[in-house]
């Protein structure tokens, strides 16, 4: 089944202690990106990546990093979280980089529920 | 820059009732416009799509037509079901630069409420 994995599904974490949010497509897809989903606020992008070693910066990547050593997986990456980065959290592919994301629809996974205590 | 403006929520409607979330976007260049649909729990889904102006982006009995002079994409349907009730997000993507094309822009999402 063509899905989006991201894992974990919640997470509870205190101030300071680094963490890791997995996600991984298996649809062959170039283009790979995060959100960030928040009351009122609607999705926000994080990061986005066009291909393999290529990253850059959404909206509002600051506290954020990403990599993307294969194509398969784009995980998300906290140095040292804080409280105002508790959210809900999204990752989604799309088939090409081409012509750009307009081109061929997002494939989100089913988020990542964060709290930063 | 580029900017999705949606109708606050929740709206609430009986089943069979027509629903209208209205959708306005600013934009530089000539943006494809989306809406995504999300169910309790999950992910967002593309619902429909327009690229350019004056398409009619249509699924699962939804509808949406793309106004350059209004700058808007308002989803329609003639007829909810209880299993309507989602969040709604209207998105837009502008491929005006090469810097853009990574970039989808959401709208804050619009709650309906669907009641039996």
């Known amino acids: 089944e063509a899905q989006v994995t991201q894992n974990p599904r919640y997470l509870i974490t205190v101030t300071g202690k680094k963490l890791t949010v997995t996600c991984s497509q298996n649809m062959n897809h170039e283009y790979m990106s995060w959100y960030r989903q928040d009351p009122g606020l609607g999705l926000r992008q994080i990061y986005y990546s066009m291909n393999v070693e290529v990253t850059d910066k959404g909206d509002v990547p600051e506290g954020y990093k990403v990599s993307r050593k294969e194509k398969r997986n784009f995980p998300l990456i906290l140095e040292s979280p804080s409280p105002n980065q508790t959210s809900l959290y999204f990752c989604?592919?799309?088939?090409?980089?081409?012509?750009?994301?307009?081109?061929?629809?997002?494939?989100f996974g089913n988020g990542t529920r964060l709290t930063v205590t | 820059g580029n900017s999705v403006t949606q109708m606050e929520g929740p709206v609430t409607l009986s089943e069979e009732a027509f629903l209208t979330i209205n959708c306005t976007y600013t934009?530089?260049?000539?943006?494809?416009l989306f809406w995504y649909v999300q169910y309790p729990g999950e992910g967002l889904q593309l619902l429909l799509k327009a690229t350019k102006a004056d398409d009619k982006g249509s699924n699962k009995g939804f509808e949406a037509t793309y106004r350059k002079e209004t700058t808007s994409f308002h989803l329609e349907k003639g007829s909810v079901q209880v299993s309507d009730s989602a969040v709604y997000f209207c998105a837009l993507s502008d491929i005006e630069t090469t810097d853009s094309w990574g970039k989808l822009q959401f709208g804050a999402g619009t709650q309906v409420v669907v009641t039996p």
């Open positions: 989604a592919s799309s088939l090409g980089a081409t012509g750009g994301v307009h081109n061929s629809p997002l494939h």
């Open positions: 934009a530089t260049g000539y943006p494809s």
